[in-house]
């Protein structure tokens, strides 16, 4: 490429480019497709911007940022050559990548940076100034002295005093000469300085010149190897700095990222980790949202689960704060549990299809709504930065870049030949995103893993088979190999003589259902205890089950015989049940047996149920039936409610629920990947903008299928046929507030001045108003 070829601007650079290297472009930036330009200079004008080159910047690996540093380095235009020098490796793929994103232009061949990029990048690599910008703090007679002492002719030109110090300090030769004969430890002071660029004046005189330089300081000042920014500060001049550094702008460069630190893991033991971890959770996930069916505790007023809540749910199941935050979390993004009306948090309607799934199935909601969550969980129980505790479920545990950084730092595990640690890990992610990094990735990755292994996505330090399958889009995989994982369960139990139920795994859904219902859970583990006692069998009564079912369902489930003291409790606690009937008077209270009444007339726990006598076989209460119930159960006894037919009101207690989420668009941190469509026609809408503006045709007709400015029949005839054929188009659109946007549509129809369409730019179904419509174009129409 000629000098006179050379393109002037990265509009010019663009307007050069193939279609599918615009495409490339517009693939690695997504951003400048929101809406889409109207034409290459738009295009290029927001790829300069500082919010798309600061985003740009951020996904650049560290090789490629510190080819952009040489460029930095170096004046426009850059010789490629001359980065390969300063770089100390060939930077070909990263150059290529970086005019690929349109961060610099030119290329073959000399190329040019965008400004934004120098502005972001900043001094690149702890450099300095060059020369001519640094010296232009002196005034014209400190630099006729600093040309007097490097025995360079004067000039009465301040600029050309400036430029001809420039030019003799980037001489290798000449730096190399000057320096031979400074005086003792001006050399030493000197290469101080090389990795910072900056020093104190240490007491020296910012103003000296050679014949009066009374220490080091002094005499790399009076010769410009060192410039006084202020009046305590010395810079090193860029071109000082390089010749300091051996020509190079870093000491290392990093072609490539670190290997991940793995150590071998035993395969067995990963599977068994996992599937344990797996199978907790699950059963966290189950116990927690049971427990707030029954009692759900208060969303904050500043949303969010109160620290005491917390604590009381932790400590009932008998779950670490991590595990039940993570659980709570992953059960909030799976739509499983929501507040209700802000007042509550309560399981949805959702939860009743999952409790009954398998713990595979189970397993499988819980991962894979963690896994895309913007939620971190990890931050519950710190504090904010006005000290403010973060509690789980709260506003301020969203972090937009945990998603792609849970990505990422799983797909450094599976990358990996064994366990890999979580500090080996922020190092491999470091390298592939630099300026993404700090204290808060290396506690997001920390987090990550953690919570990976308490889901059994990772096991030991290694990624599952289930994991690597849910990682790479395939959940029927991942569900499936968890399945494999997973104990099979049981389909019976042990009934012991001291009321208890063992289970010696994990038992089916349905069992475990119908045992929770009859007993209560002691305790958990490898074997589940279930003991029955005069409330549970109670609770199973109330739900409609009668004495020979619970005895028939008993003996079903069990490989030993019904002890006879189980069979007893069953038996008496039926006797007793439903004797006492409640009914509204409040309430009341009602039994064939008189003596049944005296003693609950007569016990002092009665009296906060203001109790009153209306006849031998009935008594009034002030308070609830419900109240009146929970308290005689209290009391010992088994009342029955009854409806005002007076008839036995049995069955399950109608659970509390939620009612169903409605999902939000989830802001990211990164736009979504385009797709082919869409770029396809993104070109071609841009090209045909190109040419429309270049002829001065926007306003007045068509350009390669463009219909701009054309009378609505015109548009209505695109938009018809359109729908006829179900191809796509590029629309031109104006809304009611004035903004214009251009966007990728798929009409659906055509009626009453609307037209109905999918629009890839919302990815929803929506209704534009034919009027507003300001140009068309078919998508599948050739340039």
């Not at 001519?132 to 002492?149: E, S």
């Not at 849910?470 to 009934?495: S, T």
Request: negative net charge.
């Amino acid at each position: 490429m000629t000098e006179t070829t050379r393109p002037r601007s990265l509009a010019d650079d663009l307007r050069s480019r193939s279609d599918d290297e615009l495409a490339r472009l517009l693939r690695s930036r997504p951003d400048l497709l929101n809406p889409v330009p109207s034409d290459v200079g738009t295009l290029a004008a927001r790829a300069a911007t500082r919010a798309s080159v600061q985003r740009a910047l951020d996904n650049l690996d560290l090789f490629a940022l510190e080819v952009v540093e040489v460029l930095c380095a170096l004046a426009d235009p850059v010789d490629p050559a001359d980065v390969e020098r300063l770089l100390g490796a060939a930077p070909g793929e990263p150059l290529e990548s970086l005019r690929t994103q349109g961060l610099l232009y030119g290329a073959p061949g000399p190329v040019s940076l965008v400004r934004t990029v120098r502005e972001l990048v900043g001094p690149p690599a702890g450099l300095g100034p060059p020369a001519t910008q640094a010296l232009q703090t002196y005034g014209p007679a400190r630099l006729q002295q600093l040309l007097a002492d490097l025995d360079l002719p004067g000039t009465g030109d301040p600029v050309a005093a400036v430029d001809r110090v420039g030019e003799l300090i980037a001489d290798r030769a000449a730096f190399d000469k000057l320096l031979s004969g400074a005086p003792a430890g001006a050399r030493e002071a000197l290469e101080s300085l090389t990795w910072t660029s900056t020093g104190a004046l240490q007491r020296a005189r910012r103003d000296v010149d050679a014949a009066s330089a009374a220490s080091p300081v002094e005499w790399l000042l009076a010769h410009g190897l060192v410039v006084a920014a202020d009046s305590s500060t010395v810079v090193v001049p860029r071109e000082v700095g390089l010749h300091l550094r051996g020509e190079r702008v870093h000491a290392v460069v990093h072609p490539v990222p670190p290997a991940p630190a793995a150590v071998p893991a035993d395969r067995a033991r990963v599977a068994a980790t996992a599937s344990h971890s797996a199978a907790r959770a699950v059963q966290v996930a189950e116990d927690v949202l049971r427990l707030w069916s029954e009692t759900p505790p208060r969303v904050l007023r500043t949303g969010g689960l109160g620290v005491r809540d917390r604590n009381r749910a932790a400590a009932v199941i008998g779950v670490d704060e991590a595990l039940l935050s993570l659980v709570l979390e992953s059960s909030w993004e799976a739509g499983l549990l929501d507040s209700q009306e802000g007042e509550t948090w309560l399981p949805t309607r959702s939860y009743d299809d999952w409790r009954v799934a398998s713990t595979s199935s189970r397993w499988l909601a819980l991962a894979t709504a963690w896994l895309a969550s913007t939620r971190v969980a990890g931050l519950a129980g710190s504090r904010d930065s006005r000290d403010r505790v973060l509690v789980p479920l709260g506003p301020d545990l969203d972090r937009m870049a945990a998603p792609g950084l849970r990505r990422s730092a799983l797909d450094v595990l599976a990358g990996a030949d064994g366990a890999v640690p979580p500090e080996s890990v922020a190092e491999v992610l470091h390298w592939h995103g630099p300026r993404r990094g700090g204290q808060w990735r290396d506690d997001l990755v920390r987090w990550s893993l953690h919570e990976a292994e308490m889901l059994g996505v990772v096991g030991a330090g290694a990624l599952t088979e289930p994991g690597r399958a849910l990682l790479a889009g395939d959940p029927a995989r991942a569900e499936q190999l968890m399945a494999a994982l997973l104990p099979r369960p049981v389909d019976h139990v042990l009934l012991q003589a001291d009321l208890t139920a063992v289970a010696p795994g994990p038992l089916r859904p349905d069992l475990d259902a119908e045992l929770r219902l009859m007993a209560d859970v002691e305790s958990t583990g490898s074997a589940t205890v279930y003991r029955f006692s005069a409330g549970s069998v109670r609770r199973a009564l109330d739900a409609g089950r009668t004495a020979d079912e619970i005895q028939r369902r008993l003996e079903g489930a069990s490989q030993t015989p019904v002890p006879q003291p189980l069979s007893y409790l069953v038996t008496d606690v039926a006797r007793r049940h439903g004797r006492l009937r409640v009914g509204a008077a409040s309430a009341y209270l009602y039994c064939d047996d008189p003596a049944v009444l005296d003693e609950v007339v007569a016990d002092r726990r009665s009296s906060a149920l203001l109790l009153r006598r209306l006849a031998p076989t009935v008594v009034a209460s002030r308070v609830s039936a419900e109240t009146l119930l929970d308290r005689l159960r209290e009391m010992g006894h088994a009342p029955a409610a009854e409806n005002e037919a007076g008839e036995v009101v049995l069955g399950p207690r109608r659970s509390a629920r939620a009612s169903s989420r409605r999902r939000t668009t989830r802001q990211v941190s990164e736009p979504a990947a385009p797709r082919d469509t869409l770029l396809t026609a993104a070109v071609r809408a841009i090209r045909a903008g190109d040419r429309a503006s270049s002829a001065g045709a926007r306003a007045t007709g068509t350009v390669a299928g463009l219909l701009v400015g054309r009378p609505s029949a015109d548009v209505l005839a695109a938009l018809a046929e359109a729908v006829a054929a179900q191809s796509s188009l590029w629309l031109g659109y104006v809304n009611a507030e004035g903004q214009a946007s251009q966007r990728i549509v798929e009409p659906i129809a055509v009626e009453g001045g609307y037209l109905t369409a999918f629009d890839h730019l919302r990815d929803e179904v929506r209704t534009f108003s034919v009027h507003r419509i300001t140009g068309v174009a078919a998508v599948d129409e050739p340039a």
